[in-house]
């Protein structure tokens, strides 16, 4: 929160996760918390979903050389 807090509307923030933003309260574990950091993250926000098979699947099989 403190580093959110920090950076809100003053730099960029690049925030990746492998869990949906609707299963972060549950992580989080607090909701008032919770909405405090989404509110900071989700205004003005970028969102990029990606879909498909994993990338590390698909390049096991390339000849690491």
Same mark, same amino acid.
């Given at each position: 929160?403190? #580093?959110?807090?920090?950076?809100?509307?003053?730099? $960029?923030?690049?925030? #990746?996760?492998?869990? *949906?933003?609707?299963?972060?309260?549950? $992580?989080?574990?607090? %909701?008032?918390? @919770?909405? $405090?950091?989404?509110?900071?993250?989700?205004? %003005? @926000?970028?969102?990029?979903?990606?879909?498909?098979?994993?990338?590390?699947?698909? %390049?096991?099989?390339?000849? *690491?050389?």
């Amino acid at each position: 929160m403190e #580093i959110m807090d920090d950076r809100y509307e003053q730099s $960029a923030t690049i925030i #990746i996760s492998q869990l *949906p933003t609707e299963q972060w309260y549950e $992580a989080i574990g607090d %909701n008032t918390l @919770a909405d $405090a950091i989404l509110d900071r993250l989700m205004h %003005n @926000a970028h969102r990029i979903n990606l879909k498909g098979e994993s990338m590390r699947k698909k %390049n096991e099989f390339l000849d *690491p050389s």
